[in-house]
């Protein structure tokens, strides 16, 4: 008996110790809502990663404060009906899953590409190479071959850079941009540089920034370049390479991916989908009653696409490519949420954190109506509201003893 009894205090001891733990964890209430010290943690943490910034009691009160915040505009939504959220859920899922898209090729496609032997040992050379080299610069290609035109008329180079630039120093030396190597120029540009005789001036080379006009005027290659050299670096020239070429690695894993997948859209179901392209985006209720199931879902994949998507979309086969890119991206998804990262705490809190973040925007924005206001105006305004309805503690105590 004396036993039984004694099982039982030690049972309730425990039950009362973890009831007690998990009442420790909740580092504030907010209303009926609660932040508990595992989420604060995780993004407290994050926020000084991304910040730069070393953890103090006053940077942990500045940051629960802002949660605090976040949770008092968030409480809102439980006053709108969930049918005024229905176009605001569809952004958010596509922001998330472009989020996924983005973790599926940076761990399943740029960390394990491999560049070639003769890749590296290409970029090994730049590296150890310096060209000094001038340009000219337009914004548009047609202006970018006036440029060229003018250079092989005889026009001077120097009055040239003079007339274009506005930078004083560009304008002053004839559009010198001085000595650089391997990585420090956007790819494009730099491709054109390598593969250029001295003296040698480029056709209209596109970068991101606009066209340029290349003219090599130097290089200068470091005499002793070693077989032990390279072989010790190439494990950074290959981590350079793939943030170099992010965009061509990316291109060409989906266009393989597309090629993979079949996809066959007919002229049957992309010609009414071409002719009536403006008529379908901009009528919610526009659909097909010949080939139903078919020409619907291509018409709801036309409506997924994005603003910049569209807006580049001006021939029929602009739209075929777009459609085909949406299946491509739904196989990606689906491959994404077959990896271990997908199903990490860590990633799920951060898409969370993407969703909460939109719904906030969509809150201050819309539930008040405040014309020719910021939307950080906007912000305290709402939040001074909710302050005065809802009550709010702080466990100081947990928040000071936090061990990160």
């Known amino acids: ?66 949660e605090i915040d976040r949770l008092l505009i968030l409480s809102l939504k439980d006053s709108i009906e969930l049918n005024q959220f229905s176009s605001l859920f569809e952004k958010i899922q596509n922001i998330k899953n472009q989020k996924i898209l983005n973790e599926y090729f940076k761990r399943e496609v740029l960390n394990v590409y491999s560049p070639s032997d003769s890749i590296l040992r290409d970029a090994f050379i730049r590296s150890k190479t310096d060209i000094n080299a001038r340009h000219l610069f337009s914004k548009s290609y047609e202006g970018a071959n006036q440029l060229k035109a003018k ?17 004083s120093v560009l304008a002053n030396n004839g559009g010198d941009l001085g000595y650089f190597t391997f990585g420090d120029m956007d790819p494009a540009f730099e491709d054109a540089a390598f593969s250029l005789n001295d003296g040698e001036i480029s056709n209209p ?20 370049i070693s077989e032990n050299e390279f072989q010790l670096r190439k494990d950074k020239l290959t981590s350079m390479l793939r943030n170099r070429n992010q965009k061509e690695i990316k291109k060409s894993f989906t266009e393989s991916l597309k090629e993979s997948l079949n996809i066959l859209i007919s002229d049957d179901l992309l010609d009414p989908l071409f002719i009536n392209y403006d008529l379908i985006l901009n009528d919610e209720e526009y659909e097909f009653k010949n080939n139903y199931h078919e020409i619907n879902d291509l018409i709801k994949r036309m409506r997924s696409l994005s603003t910049y998507q569209r807006e580049k979309i001006k021939t029929k086969n602009d739209l075929l490519e777009a ?31 993407i969703k909460d973040n939109k719904i906030i925007e969509y809150l201050v924005n819309n539930f008040f109506m405040h014309e020719g206001r910021t939307f950080q105006e906007k912000y305290i305004i709402v939040l001074e509201h909710v302050k005065k309805e809802v009550s709010i503690k702080i466990n100081e105590n947990l928040l000071r003893n936090l061990k990160l």
Not at 30 to 47: A, C, E, H, Q, R
Not at 152 to 167: H, L, S, V, Y
Not at 205 to 224: H, M, N
Not at 325 to 345: C, F, H, M, P
């Open 205 to 224: 080379i596109k970068t991101k920034y606009g066209y340029s006009i290349i003219q090599v005027l130097d290089r200068w290659i470091q005499p002793l």
């Open 1 to 66: 008996m004396y036993q039984i009894s004694l099982i039982l205090c030690l049972f309730f001891f425990i039950s009362c110790n973890q009831i007690e733990s998990k009442k420790n964890e909740i580092l504030a209430e907010v209303g009926k809502n609660i932040i508990n010290l595992t989420d604060f943690s995780f993004n407290y943490s994050n926020f000084l990663e991304k910040n730069g910034l070393n953890d103090n009691l006053s940077f942990r009160n500045e940051f629960l404060d802002k």
């Open 323 to 353: 459609l085909k890119g949406t299946y491509v991206r739904e196989k990606i998804l689906s491959l994404a949420k077959k990896q271990d990262w997908y199903y990490n705490v860590k990633f799920q809190k951060n898409l969370q954190r």
């Open 151 to 167: 250079l092989e008329k005889g026009n001077d180079f120097n009055k040239m850079a003079q007339a274009i630039f506005r930078d």
